[in-house]
């Protein structure tokens, strides 16, 4: 990094970096965006044990002496929530079950810990919606519950609505996940179709209790984050049957799926619930936006003016990835509408239509896009990653893209659209140092995206 003179004596000194330097205040910017989403960091922040009961943020939960409270949850997030709220109540933890994605060893004794999967269930997501639905339904009136929900719950638990078979479920949401359908959408479907998602987990209980939410959807809406097992659910059959319809799946749809669909139009399976349960409510503890703050503060501290401008950043990913880089363009060009050096943070989840057999996910494909549309002289750096650290059907949480890997990608004769063409950005990434790898974070709140635009290219 280095400062270069003003060209008036009222004009304020300008950082430039060099191109590692950006590279390595990119990825401080991500960490510290993830870092501040994790587990332990939140639930510490929203629960506390009382005299007299239980405080979830601004809520005090009655419970006395000789009560104990049941500790359930699911999402990816899940076990470190556990672990942190397990070191508040201590002994007074009843006992409970956590179904997440990762199993990592850590003793969380009294609760049951399993593994469920992801993206898409089987066997041991139909067991852990069992063993939660037992555990939920044993419990009397006056028993109080915590409800630990993050993203991932969609897959990792999972009770088809027969005559639905698993591998008819597995079938659909696959199919919803190749054809580009967005995540609300994909979940409006799989509410109707499942006896856990939709509020329907909820109905199991009736004991009061509080849910703690770690967002993993654009605008946080209840309904969609886990498909929103304890809250009610506005989406109905006729617009499962729309979504299908448009993506132009429904012909492909297991014939049990689309029976069960068309019964739910003609009101001879009920709807999901449409009102809320009294006795649960919702807290939401984690954000997108949350992390985007905390990303502004770190770019700030290294000098960097950040400007978070969305966080309902959505579309396909290829498309957000023009826009971007004509946005950085702009900014590069004529200094409007933040002057340079700046970075850009934006939060939210692309989408991918795949057509290649290539390994990568939206955040690795949001890069490679961006990278065929810069131009070797360009001085902006994109990057984009889940906070959750897996990219689709790869290892890494996503990728970075600059004026470096496009000359590197042209020295080694390495064709952008031919890897874009078979959604191969991870192989495009691997070979030439662009991929970021965090490993799993054990936190969920969709993806961070952010530009660094410097005034010079080094």
Not at 121 to 145: K, M, N, Q, T, Y
Not at 259 to 285: F, M, R, Y
Not at 329 to 336: A, D, F, V, W
Not at 392 to 412: E, H, V
């Amino acid at each position: 990094m280095k400062i270069t003179a003003p060209a008036g004596m009222d004009e304020e000194p300008v950082i430039v970096m060099d191109r590692d330097t950006r590279r390595e205040v990119a990825r401080k910017i991500f960490d510290a965006a993830v870092a501040s989403v994790l587990p332990d960091r939140l639930i510490a922040g929203a629960v506390t044990l009382e005299k007299n009961g239980l405080r979830v943020c601004d809520t005090l939960y009655p419970l006395r002496r000789d009560r104990k409270v049941h500790v359930f949850g699911s999402g990816k997030a899940s076990v470190g929530m556990a672990g942190s709220l397990l070191s508040i109540l201590r002994e007074r933890t009843a006992g409970g079950v956590i179904v997440t994605s990762q199993l990592t060893g850590d003793d969380l004794s009294p609760l049951t810990v399993m593994r469920g999967s992801h993206p898409v269930p089987d066997e041991s997501s139909v067991a852990g919606a069992e063993l939660l639905i037992r555990g939920l339904s044993a419990l009397d009136e006056d028993d109080l519950f915590i409800y630990l929900l993050s993203g991932g719950s969609s897959a990792l638990v999972e009770k088809p609505l027969p005559p639905v078979s698993l591998g008819e479920m597995q079938k659909t949401t696959r199919l919803l996940l190749a054809n580009g359908v967005p995540i609300g959408q994909i979940n409006a479907v799989r509410k109707h179709l499942s006896m856990v998602k939709g509020g329907r987990l909820g109905r199991c209980a009736r004991a009061a209790g509080a849910v703690l939410v770690i967002s993993d959807v654009i605008g946080d809406d209840l309904s969609a984050i886990g498909s929103g097992p304890f809250a009610s659910d506005p989406s109905t059959f006729s617009q499962c049957r729309e979504i299908l319809e448009h993506s132009a799946i429904w012909g492909r749809l297991p014939s049990t799926v689309r029976d069960v669909i068309s019964a739910g139009e003609k009101g001879d399976i009920p709807e999901t619930p449409k009102q809320e349960q009294e006795k649960i409510s919702h807290h939401l503890v984690g954000t997108n936006r949350l992390a985007l703050e905390s990303a502004g503060k770190c770019a700030r501290n290294h000098s960097l003016p950040a400007h978070i401008l969305t966080s309902f950043l959505a579309g396909e990913a290829r498309e957000v990835a023009r826009v971007l880089v004509a946005l950085a363009r702009n900014i590069s060009l004529t200094r409007e509408p933040f002057p340079p050096p700046c970075c850009l943070l934006f939060g939210g989840e692309t989408t991918v239509t795949v057509r290649g057999s290539g390994k990568g996910g939206r955040n690795q494909e949001l890069a490679l896009a961006a990278l065929a549309e810069m131009k070797p002289e360009e001085n902006f750096l994109v990057l984009s990653g889940g906070t959750d650290g897996i990219d689709g059907n790869s290892t890494a949480a996503g990728a970075f893209a600059d004026s470096g890997l496009l000359r590197q990608a042209a020295d080694m004769g390495l064709s952008i659209n031919r890897f874009l063409d078979d959604n191969n950005a991870n192989e495009f990434f691997r070979s030439t140092g662009g991929l970021l790898e965090t490993g799993q974070t054990g936190t969920n709140v969709m993806d961070i995206t952010l530009i660094i635009i410097d005034k010079e290219d080094a």
